[in-house]
């Protein structure tokens, strides 16, 4: 099976930086694709930032200029580096990948695969 897990979530300063990681693993064939979104309490879950298996990158207007979005293919893992954070940032971030993988030997299928989400808080 595939999994995806976040980690580097926390409690940061106004002003601060953190850096989230989403690691893919299990039978992966190869990975479309990914994307990191948050859900503020009360709030509707929204598209922070995207990037393909070509890395190009697309950005919520609220995070331009403050966030990053990478990826490194070898490890199946994407990151948001997030920087000059806000108390409006607070929210629970997951990530989200577009996967093929392996299902026996020869057959390969695709799905939509959801981390299970790691909290940023960033107090005033």
């Known amino acids: 099976q595939v999994q995806l897990v976040e980690s580097g979530g926390g409690l940061v300063q106004a002003g601060g930086s953190l850096r989230l990681s989403c690691a893919a693993s299990?039978?992966?064939?190869?990975?479309?694709?990914m994307g990191w979104y948050r859900q503020a309490r009360g709030k509707q879950r929204e598209l922070v930032a995207s990037?393909?298996?070509?890395?190009?990158?697309n950005y919520a207007d609220s995070v331009k200029g403050r966030f990053t979005i990478s990826r490194d293919n070898t490890k199946n893992t994407m990151y948001l580096q997030m920087n000059s954070l806000k108390p409006e940032d607070t929210a629970i971030y997951c990530c989200?990948?577009?996967?093929?993988?392996?299902?026996?030997?020869?057959?390969?299928?695709?799905?939509?695969?959801w981390g299970q989400g790691t909290q940023v808080t960033v107090s005033s």
């Open positions: 299990g039978s992966i064939f190869s990975i479309n694709a």
């Open positions: 990037i393909t298996s070509g890395l190009n990158t």
């Open positions: 989200n990948a577009a996967i093929n993988y392996y299902v026996g030997v020869q057959t390969i299928r695709g799905a939509d695969y």
